[in-house]
Structures are given as C-alpha cells and as structure tokens.
C-alpha cells in the first residue's frame, strides 16, 4: 500500500495541520519578531512599533523581577513536579497494586478527577481552604490568623500543583510497573530484599525511560501552568511570580508587548530546548 | 501477599483518598449549606439543613444559564471537530507513507511544548484581524475560541490516535482491499469502528481542554458580555469585601458536573487510553 493516494493522504492531514500551523506555529514564530520591537498595548508605539533589536532581551536578563521570576519558577517545577508529583505518583502506582479493587479505582477516579477538574473551580476551592478568617484549613488547624497564601505563597502553591497534578504520573507508572515481570519481584523477595531494594535494583532499570518521559512532560507542563495567576496572581510583592505570570501581568497589565514577548521567546526557547534534548535522549535509548 | 504488606498499603491508599477527595468535599458541602453557616466562624463538616439557595442564586444571577450554555457550546463544537480532523490526520500519518511525514511528526510532538501564555498577545491580534473579516470567529465571538482549542487539541489527539490506529492489523485492510472496499469505505466501516476507543479518551481530554479554559475566555471576550463562558461567570461571586462562598461552590458544582459525567462514562478508557498513547 506504500505510495498508494498521496494525494488523498495530504487531504485528510491537511485541515489538521492548517489549523495547527496557523493558530500554533504562526503565533509561535510572530512571537518571537514582536520580541524584537518596542510594541505597546496602547500609547505611540501600539500604532507605530519600531524594531529595537536585541534591546528587549537585554533588559529583560537585566531586570530583577525576571531573574527573580526564574528562579521561582525552578523552585516550582521542581518541588511540585520533578520532586512532589513524580514521587507520590510513584507511590500510588506502587501502593494500589496490592490494594483490593473498589479501594483501587475510587482512589484512581478521585486523584483523576483532581487533574480534570476546571482551572478556575480548583483554584476557588484551594482559596477557600487556605484563605485567612474563615480559611478550612485555619479553621481545622484552629489558626484563623494565617493567611497561607500570602505568608507561605510558594509553598501553597507546591502543595496545590502536587494535589492537582499527580494524576499523569500516576497513570504513567501504573502502566510502567504492569510490564515489570512478576518473577524478577518474586525472586527479590526471594532473597530477602525489602521494598526499597526491590524498588532500586528490579523496577528502577525497567522503568527508567518513563521515568525520564514522566519527568520532562510533567516539567514542561508545570513550568508553562497559569494557574498560579488564579490563585496568588503572582503576589504578595512578586513572591509567587512564576514566568507564565509575569508575561501575563507584563503584557496585558502593564501593556509592554515587546518586552513580555521576549519574555515568552527566552520561555519558548528554554521550552524547545529540552524538548529537543528529550528526542535525544530517546533516540538513544532506542 | 503478604497480608500486613497489603493491609499498610490500603490504610495508606485510604489517608491520600481522603486527602485527595477533602476539597472536593468541602466545595459540594459549602454549595449546599445554609448562608449563616458557610460564613460561621466554626464551620461544622457536614450539614443538618441542606439546602439549594446557593444553586439558585447561582443560576439566576448575572445569566449563569447563558453563560454554561456558552461553554457548552465551545467545548462541543471543539470535541465534534476535532474528533474528525484528528482521527484523519492520525490516519494519514499512520497508514501512508509520504515524505515529510517523520518531519510533520516530531513538529506534533514539539508544538506541544509552547508555552500557551505566550500566545496570547499575536493570537489576539490575529483573532481582530479575522473578526474584521469575519465577525464570527473574531474577538468577542464564541468562533474565536473554538478556533483556538481546536487547533490546540489537535497535536494531542493525533500522538493519541495512532497507536489506536496503528494497532488494527495491516491484514484487515488488505482484506478490505481485496473484498473490494473503497480506501473510504475501509476508513469509516472497518477503521473507525476499530479506533472507537481511543476517539473516546482523545474527546473527553478535548472537551475539558476548551471547557477548563480561563485565559483565552479572558484575552478574546472583553467587551461582551453575552458572549462570556463559565470560569468568568465564577468571578461575578468574588467581591472585594464580601465574597459570596455559596455561590462560587454552587457554581463550582455546576461547573463541574458535565466534566464529571463525561469522565464516569469514560473512566476505563481514559486510563487505558492514556497509557497506550503514553507507552507508543
């Protein structure tokens, strides 16, 4: 059948790939130009924007806020997904294997449903717990006084993205772990080897390329999540500013298109590279 | 097993349950408490007069029927759409060679990696620019959104699909063939049928994509009203002095029910789902 209807092939891949190159890449590649002009919001240079090079991306690697931005933003991909979400997702795929059945699909459904509930309706709802006078977790911790997402924004935040997130891993090592081979556990055991050394020395070397698949995709999505703009909106005082925030706030708050979109091309840059480092790592595996 | 080994992994399993479900709970307990309590300083966890004004208040303020029905809308046409366009892309890029098809993949798999946030800005450019041609799918209209989810889905669902595509046998196509079937009538009687499944999984994560969505709903609707989806409709309940908890929970719940059927009708295969699209 190789080679027959190419012509029919194109067809059906074209509406997809139209759609995809247009509202995707388009945007994508215009981008990075207004990250080289002086675009406004509004005001003389929304009607008229000049190309200033490499001014912007100079200013931004110059500015506090972004560096600050950076570094808040590692701390969450890596405490909430690198750390939080591939360890307990770990966990439960490995705990729920031994668990009877209703116990097992009710604790799959209620961490699924975590994942795909509505932005904004999680977010209202981790407000509610953590909020000061009358939070749910001040009350049950008997500490109306603490506003947990102002004193404590970061980890807040972790703690959020953790609960929300760990879904995907979950699934991921649940189907990971079915293709380790009963007999190589068995014989673990066998020989007296406890959990921790099973875990180490028999499942770790069969799992290890969705360990690093798990990782990376978790990284992206939590590096380019928004929404932390739904519940700290980055503040108090730029201390939960992590980068999608910031060129959110920049761009349609304070209106600087130019200097946000380098923002983004820098995001999007970072995002392509490991992207590509990710391809590599697999193609050399396989 | 060994029985204390299973009986510690249940007790854990039930504590991370119950930690999971909590604000879960808390969200349908506070919709359906009477006001006193919900804004009582000692909060009970559960309720002896239940009761539906919260619902109410919840639908008759600001529209909220409006508003759902627009979300309703967006998120089906995106399903309905790109269940097609994905399910014959996937097929194209499963079941014919052609060149530029390796190239055409890995952009699938790196588009996927663009951070949403910084589209925003040229989209919303783009998304003027069309609704000077045609007010339909420009700003303010419903048609702007469903451009954007469709083409967002669109990477996803296709990685999804061609493991489910790849998994039905060469042979039966080679059998369709010599029965003399149509390459058309193959795709829609034997390879749609076959790939069911998997279209289930792909629609249900397209739906909660464009029936989660804040930020698009947010940049492309500014100026009307009429034309807003439900995460805004949330925000009615949110007041500088007085949030209206109630309200927001009821409308959480509201919010939440359509994403809840579509994933008890699917849960099964969402998971298998995923995990095939995963592993291939």
Redesign the interface.
Known sequence: MAGLGVARAVGFVAPALLLVGVFLVFPALWTLYIGVTDYQLTGPAAAAPSAVGLDNFAAVLDDALFTNSLWLTALFVLGSAVVGQNALGFALAWLLRRVRPWLRRTTEGLVLLAWILPGPVVAYLWFAVLSRDGGTLGLLLDDPTTAWLVQYPMVSLVVFNVWRGTAFSMLLYTSALAAVPPSQLETARLVGANGWQAVRDVVFPHIRGHVLTNTLLISLWTANDFTPFLLTAGGPNHESEVLPVLIYRQALEGGRLGYASAMSSLLLVGNLVVALVYLRLLRRRA | ?RRP??LI??L???V??A???F??Y??VL?ALKPADEV?S???RPWTLAPTLDSFTRALTVQSFGRYFLNSLVVALVVVVLSLL??F??A???T????RGRTT?L??????Q???????????F??MRSVGDAVPLFGLNHLGSLV??H???S??FA?WMLRGFVAAVP?EL??AATLDGAS?FRFVWQVLFPLVAPGLVATS?LAF?HA??D??FAK?FIISAAENQT??LA?QVFVKPDQND?GA??AG?TL??IP??VF?VLV?RR??SG??GA??G
Request: hydrophobic share 70%.
């Open positions: 097993m080994g299973r992994a249940e854990v399993t039930v991370v349950a930690v999971v479900a604000p879960l808390w969200m506070t804004i300083a000692d909060p366009m994905s014959l892309a097929t194209a890029l079941r014919f060679r052609f055409m890995i952009m699938l798999l790196v588009v990696m663009v951070p949403v946030e910084a589209l925003t800005v040229p989209l450019f783009m451009l954007v469709l083409a967002f669109m990477p296709i060469v196509e080679e390459r249900v909660i029936w989660n804040f930020l940049t439900l995460p949330l908890w927001i929970m959480s919010m939440t994403v809840l994933f849960q969402l998971v995923l995990a995963v592993k």
